[in-house]
């Protein structure tokens, strides 16, 4: 049974009786719509009556209480979803929204979003098309494979693909691939939303083909490889080559199904390229769009054409499916994949971002910040579980808070317009260049001198 508050006291009791009427308040918000006023004034009266009952001592003028509910006015009226400055060095952050658009795609998407468009149209006769008619003639020269269909994210493909190649039956999986990513997303827990039966087999560290040829019944539906996106197994450890157990499948007859999570279209580091994986005889491969492509959130199915029909024709997949805007900017990315090669890509260029460029900037970040900062060298991760081993070294600026705790100064960064999101190291606030343009490091950069200057 919940504890009865007390009842508040002489002084409590003056003090809420002090408090203005939510229209009082409002009325003094000159310059601010109605609506967000009054939304504001309610919000801060609301707070000011909780901290009094609690027994706090407030400040509970008319200065103070519209001061409060102007601030909160501003923040109503920016909505919540902002834009932030980048300055971890983490290129993927899964927190700040993974890769950051080519203007190519952003102007694609603005350019679908302000009117109509042929989303499920076809232009040369008038009548109804695909959605995804857009991507598809690009991820088939991306991929290599016969057929690609897009679903809202990775763990969707995913799904979609169990559920309507392999629902109704068993699907063999090494157990050092039933993997956990970001957000508790978990292979078997997965494997059970669709309705296939996970079959284990192996050991964590090795894995052989004998043991996936064992575990293949005649319930079996499919065999799974699942991409270790976010950690790798070192050692004694042994897994069976992708070309291997697509021939085992083929053999035995039945379907072999990869998921690749970060999606590489190139060689990077120790990350399976896409189209390496459709030739090794992947039936269906599965990948991010928003990590190593380079794009907007989304889930790719690529492989052949009877099963990515099968996954399109599944209920699923109408649930799972891209808007409008999300298309637009696949469709760009894809195009400046084919035409200008992974550079023209933001995420990409940051991964493999030039030294000299590296440092140029956070000399700005260090001259704008002043005495408290110094360049340093550093070391910043690629993110999005992707590339775990991968380290991503070249010049930072460290910054000295002095009397002030670093973490003080970081919720000033975020406090600021734009936000900054920095990270902290040895006790000092850490500026990475490699995740800010130009423009973004001089901004950083005034933002920790403010910062700092505030007491």
């Not at 763990?155 to 691939?177: C, M, T, Y």
Request: aromatic content about 2%; overall charge neutral.
């Amino acid at each position: 049974m919940a504890e009865t508050p007390a009842s508040p006291g002489p002084e409590q009791r003056k003090t809420l009786r002090g408090l203005p009427s939510v229209e009082a308040l409002a009325a003094r918000l000159n310059g601010t719509a109605r609506a967000v006023a009054v939304a504001a004034a309610r919000a801060e009266l609301e707070r000011a009556r909780r901290r009094i009952l609690a027994g706090e001592e407030i400040d509970a003028s008319p200065a103070r209480l519209e001061r409060a509910a102007r601030e909160r006015a501003v923040e109503l009226e920016r909505g919540s979803l902002r834009r932030v400055i980048n300055a971890t060095g983490v290129v993927l952050h899964t927190n700040l929204g993974r890769a950051p658009l080519a203007p190519e795609a952003i102007d694609a998407a603005a350019g679908v979003a302000g009117g109509y468009s042929n989303l499920e149209l076809r232009l040369e006769d008038g009548e109804r098309g695909s959605r995804h008619d857009h991507v598809e003639p690009s991820l088939r020269d991306l991929t290599g494979a016969e057929a690609a269909t897009v679903v809202n994210n990775n763990a969707a493909a995913v799904l979609l693909a169990l559920a309507a190649l392999a629902g109704d039956g068993e699907v063999v999986i090494g157990r050092g691939q039933l993997v956990e990513i970001g957000g508790s997303f978990r292979v078997p827990e997965i494997m059970e939303l669709s309705g296939a039966t996970l079959v284990e087999v192996g050991t964590t560290n090795r894995t052989r083909l004998s043991d996936y040829a064992a575990a293949i019944g005649s319930r079996t539906a499919a065999l799974m490889v699942v991409h270790q996106s976010n950690f790798r197994t070192v050692g004694f450890v042994e897994e069976v080559p992708v070309r291997e157990l697509a021939s085992l499948a083929a053999e035995r007859g039945v379907l072999l199904i990869d998921d690749l999570g970060s999606g590489a279209t190139a060689a990077i580091g120790d990350e399976p390229a896409i189209a390496e994986r459709v030739r090794a005889g992947s039936d269906l491969v599965c990948f991010s769009a928003d990590k190593l492509l380079g794009g907007p959130q989304a889930g790719i199915l690529a492989g052949r054409r009877d099963l990515i029909e099968r996954c399109r024709r599944h209920p699923l997949a109408r649930a799972l499916r891209l808007d409008k805007l999300q298309l637009a900017a696949l469709e760009a990315t894809l195009r400046l994949h084919r035409d200008r090669g992974p550079e023209a890509l933001p995420a990409l260029a940051m991964l493999r971002a030039d030294e000299s460029v590296l440092r140029r900037r956070a000399e700005t970040l260090a001259e704008r910040v002043g005495d408290a900062a110094s360049v340093e060298r550093g070391e910043a991760r690629p993110g999005g579980g992707s590339l775990p081993v991968t380290k991503l070294e070249g010049p930072v600026c460290a910054v000295n808070a002095g009397e002030l705790r670093p973490d003080t100064v970081a919720r000033r960064l975020r406090e600021a317009d734009p936000p900054v999101i920095a990270r902290i190291e040895r006790d000092r606030l850490i500026l990475d260049p490699r995740t800010m343009t130009d423009a973004e490091a001089e901004l950083a950069g005034n933002a920790v001198r403010v910062a700092l200057a505030e007491r």
